[in-house]
């Protein structure tokens, strides 16, 4: 673990250093306060620090000041050193955001003890960040295929389409619906079936650039969003996921399941300043015409033909999805 | 009696304290000393400056390094003294400055010849 010293007292430092060392610190020794500050506000600096109260530049409590005002980071357990004793010293001395102070000269065994309670802190700390980041993913991705989940993904469209409004760049919607996926259901068994998706999310991230967004639409339903491309890239990177996903059967508990799938794709552009909603519909639609076209291909929303699509019987659309 | 006055024990140096402050590291408690040796006279310096000029909280500055200096080498007796200074120098009693500057520097002649025989010792 990395820790900290800032002590303007040559043998102060020299001391607690070596006490630090021995005892598997890393250890950066600086002498005035500013220096501490400037060690410990970025977010890769030491987690770990102990500060003489009395330094020039910037005292202890000051340096406790500027590490407590930054609030995204991690949080930094500090420990002054004083030979100030009062209560007075030691409440605005903890009160400045100290967690803990140590009067000097220091006893090595509990100089050591009170850097292993920061260290206690630290790890709690750590496995709180983890638990709620653990929560936001949960919260945000598909549990199976852990791709973006459907209200996510939703935003981020929501979010694509007004920034290529705004910029007057086109974003590609594309609604793909894995073909006879009840079949795939039916025949190898629902293990097989979650094996089929999960490959599914592979192929499908493998097939967009880094900052596409790929999220799980529905149960077989997944929704790519392909930012800032043009209508001839947004054909073929579709007419390529829809390769890449029939190229060869999904290996699976059951055996191989050959699958395809079928992709309604849709460009801002073609569409005008037109509500979320309205557009997924429409791709929705387009992915019905490929359905109805035997599947296994892809089919451009126009605003020409969307009318006509959109007064199918709804019954057959859901029908054809299966 | 002040805080710091009582636990500052009234030895002039006590060097079981100090090779147990060190984990019994002889070649740091060398060079703990070295230390000392060479930034004393600097200090001692600055303090009779400050003493000199009646800028409490010059003392107070000085007094305080010394202090941090001497505790560390376990030297009780002459933390003490230097303490009073800076005690005097935080509350602006500049008429006990030079008495209280005579008795640090009595007891650091004392403390210094002890420290040297420390030092050879551990060389």
């Known amino acids: 673990m990395r820790i900290l010293i800032a002590d303007d007292e040559v043998m102060s430092r020299r001391l607690l250093q070596k006490t630090l060392e021995r005892a598997g610190y890393e250890v950066t020794a600086v002498e005035n306060g500013r220096l501490a500050a400037d060690q410990l506000c970025p977010a890769d600096g030491p987690r770990l620090a102990l500060l003489d109260w009395v330094m020039p530049e910037l005292d202890g409590p000051g340096v406790c000041r ?23 010293d030691v409440v605005a001395g903890l009160e400045s955001g100290a967690d803990d102070y140590l009067t000097k000269p220091f006893d090595p065994e509990e100089l050591k003890a009170r850097l292993r309670t920061g260290l206690r802190i630290l790890d709690l700390e750590d496995r709180l960040v983890e638990a709620r980041e653990k929560m936001r993913f949960q919260a945000t991705h598909d549990g199976l295929t852990t791709l973006w989940n459907s209200g996510v993904i939703v935003d981020l469209l929501g979010r694509e389409l007004a920034r290529s409004w705004r910029e007057h760049v086109s974003t590609s919607i594309l609604m793909c619906d894995l073909d006879h996926f009840k079949s795939v259901n039916d025949t190898f068994g629902h293990l097989a079936g979650d094996e089929v998706l999960k490959e599914t999310a592979k192929r499908l991230l493998a097939s967009v650039r880094s900052y596409d967004f790929v999220g799980r639409y529905g149960g077989e339903e997944f929704l790519v969003v392909l930012n800032n491309c043009n209508p001839a890239y947004a054909l073929a990177r579709a007419e390529e996921i829809r390769k890449a996903i029939a190229q060869k059967p999904v290996p699976s508990s059951s055996g191989p399941v050959p699958i395809t799938m079928s992709l309604g794709l849709l460009m801002s552009q073609e569409w005008g300043y037109r509500p979320v909603e309205e557009l997924l519909q429409q791709a929705d639609a387009a992915l019905y015409a490929a359905k109805a076209a035997g599947r296994n291909c892809v089919r451009v929303a126009s605003p020409k033909i969307s009318s006509a699509d959109s007064d199918s019987q709804p019954q057959e659309h859901i029908r054809l999805r299966r | ?51 000199e000029s009646g800028d409490g909280k010059l003392v107070a500055v000085a007094a305080h390094t010394l202090k941090g200096m001497l505790l560390n080498l376990a030297a009780g007796q002459a933390a003490a003294a230097v303490d009073r200074l800076e005690q005097l120098g935080r509350s602006g009693e500049t008429a006990g400055f030079q008495d209280a500057l005579a008795a640090f520097e009595r007891d650091a002649t004392s403390l210094l010849p002890q420290l040297d025989a420390c030092m050879a010792e551990v060389h």
């Open chain 1, 66 to 88: 500027e590490v407590r005002k930054r609030t995204e980071q991690s949080y930094v357990y500090m420990v002054l050193l004083t030979s100030k004793e009062s209560k007075q």
């Open chain 2, 1 to 51: 009696m002040k805080e710091t006055e009582k636990r500052l024990p009234n030895l002039t140096f006590d060097h079981a304290e100090l090779l147990a402050r060190v984990d019994n590291d002889r070649e740091l408690l060398h060079d703990l000393l070295a230390i000392f040796k060479h930034e004393f006279p600097q200090l001692l310096k600055a303090l009779r400056q400050a003493v």
